[in-house]
């Protein structure tokens, strides 16, 4: 099983900035996939980014130029910048990723979501 744990998030002025971490541990044969949901209250959980093992990105529109993941294979951790952030960005952020098990199985492995709150 891999476990996520993602940090940072908290409070930000519009406008502003803030840096999501988030570190995979536990033992498969591969990370695939990793990325970014979120879910602001009474929506459902959107698609932020995700970034390949090659390093291969795809942003929702609403985040694009402004929002960016980095990937650091060696360490499995994955760390997504925000900038110019607005109060349409506060939600709870929650780190998924795509495995591939020791044994050849398949499943999503997501973090306990951190919240983001815009607002002056």
């Known amino acids: 099983q891999v476990q996520l744990a993602e940090s940072g998030g908290g409070l930000v002025q519009p406008g502003g900035s803030s840096r999501l971490s988030c570190a995979a541990s536990g033992s498969a044969r591969s990370i695939n996939d990793m990325g970014w949901f979120r879910q602001a209250p009474g929506k459902a959980r959107e698609l932020v980014t995700t970034?390949?093992?090659?390093?291969?990105?795809i942003y929702a529109d609403s985040v694009k130029g402004r929002f960016t993941i980095s990937r650091d294979n060696a360490k499995n951790t994955i760390t997504l910048q925000m900038n110019t952030l607005k109060p349409e960005d506060t939600a709870v952020y929650y780190c998924?990723?795509?495995?591939?098990?020791?044994?050849?199985?398949?499943?999503?492995?997501w973090g306990q979501g951190t919240q983001v709150t815009v607002s002056s």
């Open positions: 970034i390949t093992s090659s390093g291969n990105t």
């Open positions: 998924y990723a795509g495995v591939t098990l020791l044994g050849g199985g398949h499943y999503t492995s």
